[in-house]
Each structure stands twice: as C-alpha cells, then as structure tokens.
C-alpha cells in the first residue's frame, strides 16, 4: 500500500466531544473529492488494520465499514490531518461509485440523479494528475541540466530541436492511430495497434512538455486556456 499508514496517525486526532472527527476522503488517481464522513477512534483502528475505510454512522450509532452493502468500498491509500490534528484526510483507490446515488462523488452535480432518473455511468478518472509528477522531472532537469539526461540534450537544442520532435511524435501518432483503424475495419486484434498508440502519445505528450519548459510556460497556462473553452 503507498504510503502505508500507522497507528501513530490516531494518537494525533483530536476528536470532538462527541469523539468524532470529520474524515474527508480523496480519489488517490486524481484528488477528486469523494465524500465526507466521520471517523472515531475505533473507525480509524478498524481502517488502518483492514487497508478498507470505516467510518462511525452516526445514524446507526455503530461501526460502518464503507461499502459493506453495496460493495463499493474504499481500499485505503493513505491518512493525514490538517493543521489542527482535528480532521481527517483519507486517500482512497474507490471500487465503483462513492455516492449512494450512483455518481463517483456525493459532490457530483448530476441533474439526472435530481430529478429522478437513472444515475449517469461512474467514468474512471484518467490519472491526468500524474502528469504534474513528470511536469516537475522535466521542470527540475530545465534548472539543473544533468549530464546524460535526455531531457538535458533537448533543452540544450533549443526550441528547434524540442519542436522538431514535438512534429516527428505528432506523425508518429497519426500513423498509429491509422494502423489501429485498419485493424479495427479488418476486425483485427487490435491489441498492438492500442499499445503502439498509446506509447505513441505518451512520447507526445513528454515532448510537448518539454516544449513548454523551453519556452518557460507553465502547464497550467494550457489548462487554464481550456477551461475557458469549456466554460464558454
């Protein structure tokens, strides 16, 4: 288990006087918020030593071991408590949807689920919050320029030689995807085709990174220019 929590973590709660303390669970694949909750310390031990989250019901004044009915339960990440030691932060691997209402967070806003209807289907988070990890190798590497990184030899090329690549994966990714669509029209098995195409985006992708870091633009200015799209 990454980051595998210890007992030391419930000597640091400072439970209320109802000897409860508000537990907020995160998506360990994104940081998406999942739900809110409240743990004592018998909740707590009962996490650490299954890997699977408890809470402490309020409703049914007992023990509650989330997902025990439904068997979407939360396998355990990681704990932490803010600043205060007065609450608590899970980070969960979910399995299948948070929300009882069938949505992957109990803060979705799914207008569906409001007015009746059948609940959207859960979409597995992408792990695109990965990418700020090789955002920081590659933003590390533009400052200190270790010998024998190829991150280092593209940088020290310059913007044309960080381009030209940045052209050559976009072909590359092009001919992939055309390979997986003959296969896809030949009814072909199309598990090597999907691998090389990704493999091929995923050269893309590092490369356009490293773009942005020539240039010393910062990820977050691409992602605020797509929000705005979205939003518009």
Known sequence: MTGEPTADVALDVRYGPDGLAPAVVQDVRDGRVLMLAWMDAEALAATIAT???H??????????????TSGNVL?????????????ILVTADPVGPTCHRGTRS??????????????SPVAPPQDFAW?????????????????????????DG??????????????????????????EANG???EESRAALSGEVADLLYHTLVLL????????????????????
Not at 131 to 155: F, H, K, M, N, Q
């Open 75 to 87: 396998r355990l990440r990681g704990l932490a408590t803010d600043c205060d030691n007065d609450a």
């Open 106 to 119: 109990c803060f979705d806003d799914d207008a569906a689920v409001f007015e009746g209807e059948a609940a």
């Open 213 to 232: 870091a020539e240039r010393n633009v910062a990820p977050s200015a691409v992602i605020d220019v797509l929000r705005a799209r979205h939003a518009s």
């Open 158 to 183: 310059g913007v044309d030689a960080v381009g030209r690549k940045v052209t050559e994966e976009a072909t590359e990714v092009l001919l992939a995807a055309k390979d997986d669509a003959v296969g």
């Open 55 to 68: 809470f402490h019901s309020r409703s049914r004044g007992r023990l509650w071991r989330k997902g025990e």
């Open 131 to 155: 990418l700020d990890t090789l955002w920081s190798t590659i933003e590390a590497r533009a400052v200190t320029r270790p010998a024998g990184s190829y991150t280092t030899s593209l940088l």
């Open 188 to 190: 072909a098995s199309r």
């Open 51 to 53: 890997g699977e989250v």
